[in-house]
């Protein structure tokens, strides 16, 4: 008896993974649901698929910036092609929306690196020594894998190589550092220090340097066979990756260019059993109504695990930026971290190149709002130790991005100081706020929205103090 019971709730559950129509004549066809999906009830379902959804999050939030810089022509974010460098000279402001929490200290320049073919030389010009930059080199996963700047290398230039996870050769002639990434698709997104307005014309000149081309080029051998043309799928909004169940058909697509990590097997066949994973055959489509309820469930439940970990843990200072961005030896496993960073600050640093103390509430615990008025204020010989530079930045919620105003100022940072007023006792203070605190004090003023909003502190290649948590951040103070 117990044998036809399990037997029969099997034959159910096999129906419900399939959502046959009762009122229509049998078909004897093959089911257009994924046949993984079958097996599986729709309380497993939703566990499997908010566990992918978790882990899955940051390679799909990642492929929506890249499709934006280097696929979509007519997106007006669009950089240009694959394995060129793109430089753009100037710092990001409010129309710059594809990467939330952008900084607005250093013009930026990127590669959207297709490795399948061949390896990519990156060249780095010599920068002057008081100069900060960096390249920083993302995989599919949003892993930091490498650096390249003057806190690991130095100003004086250089070449390396970049290799997908299928190149076997040696490092040529010429070749600083052989750099390897765990994905055939990464980012190398570089940060060049600009001092002032006037500065701008300097980083031009830096960001000519920045020079990338395949090997067979610096090598002056014939390339090999170019790698298939990618069919890229459009991506989702940042709203519809909360949402939709098409999330995990676009997280198959990114992971075909991502090979399985040794030790994710297990993880990656649990995710198969719903149709997830480089083959998967998931189709939001024909999930039977029973099933999408699972899969959505699962992306909610994702979600406001999202929510309470910022809530409880990083609103708090629990957990710090510090622990949530860096590599795969780094993170290892912990999937909600790498979640938080990429949701909360996608391609923030690995925290010896820079940690960012960020606030959304102020010192009474309350939300920061523009209805009211904050200061800022470091105490005389207490600010942020950094080797390279530090700035304070506004950001509107819940779009982190920088905020209109109409001073065009998105932040105030160490480069500023002389143009600041200090305080009596030679310390610092920073008027947050919505409305102008008085022409007397605008050289102090950061601009905040009329409604949420966020601040973020960046320390850029901090000193021991601010790693090891001798040196503490202010915090804003209601006035």
Known sequence: ?????????????????????????????????????????????????????????????????????FVDKQDPEYKGGWNE??????????????????????????????????????????????RYYSLQFVDGYTYNFAYVGSRTAGNGGGRYLLAGPGWQGEKPEGIDEVIRSDTELAFVLYRTQLFGPSDIEEVRKIQAGYQAAPLSVYLNRPPPPPAPAIDFVPPLTP??????????????????????????????????????????????????PQMRAAIEGGMADGNAELDAFKK???????????????????????????????????????????IYPNFSNDAAGQPLTGA???????????????????????????????????????????????SVVPDPDGGYTFYIQNESPGIDKEANWLPAPKGPFALVLRLYWPKPDALNGSWRSPQPERV
């Not at 004897?28 to 978790?54: C, F, G, L």
């Not at 066949?269 to 024909?286: K, L, N, Q, T, Y």
């Open 1 to 69: 008896m117990l044998r036809r019971l399990t037997a029969a709730a099997a034959a159910l559950l096999l129906l419900a993974g399939c959502g046959t129509d009762s009122s229509a004549p049998e078909d004897t066809s093959t089911s257009s649901a994924p046949e993984t999906a079958a097996a599986v009830s729709p309380e497993e379902a939703r566990a499997i698929a908010k566990e992918a959804y978790v882990y899955g999050f940051p390679m799909v939030d990642n492929y929506r910036v890249q499709y934006s810089y």
């Open 372 to 418: 009211n008025r904050y200061v800022f204020r470091f105490p005389s010989g207490g600010l942020p130790p950094v080797n390279a530079f530090w700035s304070l930045t506004m950001y509107e919620l819940p779009a982190s991005l920088l905020v209109e105003n109409p001073i065009n100022r998105y932040l105030i940072n160490s480069a500023m100081l002389p």
């Open 239 to 288: 709203e519809q990756q909360r949402t939709s169940p098409q999330f995990f058909e676009i997280l198959n697509f990114v992971m075909r260019f991502a090979p399985a990590l040794p030790e994710e097997t297990a993880l990656r066949e649990r995710f198969a059993r719903i149709g997830i994973g480089p083959d998967g055959d998931f189709d939001a489509d024909s999930l039977s």
């Open 85 to 130: 460098v793109h430089n753009t000279a100037r710092v990001y402001t409010p129309e710059d929306t594809a990467i939330q929490t952008p900084n607005s200290d250093t013009p930026y320049s990127f590669v959207g690196a297709d490795l399948r073919a061949e390896p990519l030389v990156l060249t780095v010009p010599p920068v002057q020594q008081d």
């Open 312 to 354: 409880n843990e990083m609103d708090t200072g629990n957990v710090t930026s510090a622990q949530l961005f860096g590599s795969r030896q780094e993170l290892g496993d912990n999937y909600l971290f790498r979640m938080a960073g990429a949701a909360y600050g996608i391609y923030g640093n690995t925290a010896a190149e820079a």
